[in-house]
């Protein structure tokens, strides 16, 4: 477990997790607002699940991570990428769509965003967003990150809006 809130468990992302990946991955919210990464079988999930979130953990000690209830039961993912496309290290989030307006983005993502202060000791968080994705622009505003620029992040994707987040002045002494 990488971080615990009063309702949920945030850990790494494993292979048994697969089932719960291609359902994430296959909502169309998340087709629409995030992007469709062809992940349709569990094998498809293990090889998501190895090439990206696990990568990153080997690399730089972070990554997408596991978003689930107290019991266990798994809601979404939520996280820090390194996209070699940003310069900054990127707040990332989707949950399923049963768990959505519960308040369980904003949990686990301000959780999330005090790990990379305290722990990660970043000074700055961007996020991206599909412009018409108003649920994620008004829970990054809540979160503290303010619009900064739309930007063409991929190249066979349209442009983004790109939010920051200054952390430094926020940082605890630890």
């Not at 998340?30 to 992940?39: H, L």
């Not at 079988?41 to 209830?69: C, K, N, S």
């Not at 996209?83 to 307006?101: E, H, I």
């Not at 190249?155 to 939010?163: E, Q, R, S, T």
Request: aromatic share 10%; hydrophobic share 45%.
């Amino acid at each position: 477990m990488i971080l615990a809130t009063a309702r949920l468990a945030v850990r790494e992302i494993v292979h048994t997790d697969a089932p719960f990946i291609v359902h994430l991955l296959n909502d169309p919210a998340f087709i629409e607002y995030v992007g469709d990464k062809r992940v349709r079988t569990l094998d498809e999930a293990r090889e998501y699940i190895e090439a990206g979130p696990r990568a990153m953990y080997t690399e730089f000690g972070f990554g997408l991570w596991a978003v689930q209830l107290t019991d266990g039961t798994p809601i979404g993912i939520c996280g820090l990428l390194k996209r070699p496309v940003l310069d900054d290290v990127d707040l990332g989030f989707a949950l399923l769509p049963q768990f959505r307006r519960e308040g369980y983005a904003f949990e686990a993502a301000s959780a999330v965003v005090d790990y990379a202060r305290d722990i990660v000791r970043l000074d700055r968080v961007v996020a991206i967003t599909n412009p018409g994705n108003d649920a994620s622009v008004r829970l990054l505003e809540k979160l503290g990150f303010a619009f900064e620029q739309t930007t063409k992040v991929f190249p066979d994707a349209p442009p983004l809006k790109l939010f920051g987040a200054a952390l430094a002045e926020k940082r605890r002494s630890t």
